[in-house]
């Protein structure tokens, strides 16, 4: 995908973010690969690869793997934390949290048309960064999490309102989203969204994306 076509599809809203977490889907006895073969002909937009606890070797392997796969099906492809996996496996991108390498040491190693985003907890959070460095900004969490244990509480609607007045970037909410409470988030004048347990554990995860797109759709 051409670095003018990830930036449009960036800058356009309705957009649903699937974070494959790996931990989260041995947790399930779900064949990441084979799960990820089976949504890359959905209505996705974007995707991330977070690995924790396996080796390089295997989170590489795996990277270069999903890279091809949904590169074809022309979805947004990038990997958490690792700007040398990313670099490595030719992802569309990167995704970093505060204690990842800084988002200026990341852009020095990665082609200036990649995508690079930045998750927020708290305004203080979004003050100390540099808007223009990143693509996107992903704020939560806006429920507690069944795929990231961080014991992070949920934000407050004030504490929204004022990241939302201050983002410069598109922004994406995340934590605990589902096709239920998806209503809730949306009302925030957000209106693009992260998911993960919501498809990782559903019996039909076609559904699942389908009913969501459907309010995405709405303000979009």
């Known amino acids: 995908m051409a670095s003018m076509t990830l930036k449009k599809k960036l800058s356009s809203n309705g957009l649903l973010y699937l974070i494959l977490d790996k931990q989260a889907a041995d947790k399930l006895n779900i064949g990441i690969v084979n799960l990820a073969k089976k949504l890359a002909s959905s209505s996705l937009d974007l995707v991330q690869l977070r690995v924790k606890k396996n080796n390089d070797f295997e989170f590489l392997k795996l990277a270069k793997e999903l890279s091809d796969l949904f590169k074809k099906n022309k979805k947004i492809f990038l990997v958490n934390d690792r700007v040398d996996i990313a670099c490595l496996a030719k992802t569309d991108g990167l995704h970093l949290g505060k204690t ?78 589902n096709r239920y409470n998806i209503g809730s988030v949306l009302k925030h004048k957000i209106k693009n969204v992260v998911v993960s347990s919501a498809i990782l554990s559903s019996p039909n995860p076609f559904d699942e994306i389908k009913e969501i797109k459907k309010c995405l759709k709405k303000v979009s």
């Open 100 to 177: 990842d390498i800084p988002v200026a040491e990341a852009k020095r190693l990665l082609n200036k048309d990649k995508i690079i985003g930045r998750t927020i907890h708290h305004l203080k959070e979004l003050e100390s960064i540099d808007q223009n460095s990143v693509d996107y900004l992903a704020l939560g969490p806006f429920y507690n999490s069944k795929t990231k244990q961080n014991n992070r509480p949920p934000l407050k609607n004030n504490e929204i309102k004022q990241i939302t007045a201050k983002a410069k970037k598109v922004l994406f909410a995340i934590g605990g989203i």
